[in-house]
């Protein structure tokens, strides 16, 4: 048996409470404070979305053999 204590989650010591709770007051600043930016920047995201979901999204689908026995090696 291994009687090493399990160290705590690393969001739970206090450095990772504080970074925690500076993120959230930055979103909520970021939000606040920028939201008519974000809001001008949709339609250039969706723009954006499509292409790269074509790209990234073909890998995983099928990946048939096409004219090939698949027992054998």
Not at 53 to 65: D, E, K, S, T, V
Request: proline share 8%; glycine share 10%.
């Amino acid at each position: 048996m291994d009687n090493t204590p399990n160290p705590s989650p690393r969001w739970r010591s206090p450095l990772g409470i504080f970074m925690s709770i500076a993120g959230l007051v930055g979103l909520y600043y970021l939000l606040t404070e920028h939201l008519t930016h974000l809001t001008q920047a949709i339609p250039y995201l969706v723009l954006l979305a499509c292409p790269l979901m074509h790209l990234f999204g073909h890998h995983h689908g099928g990946h048939h053999q096409h004219g090939k026995n698949t027992d054998e090696k």
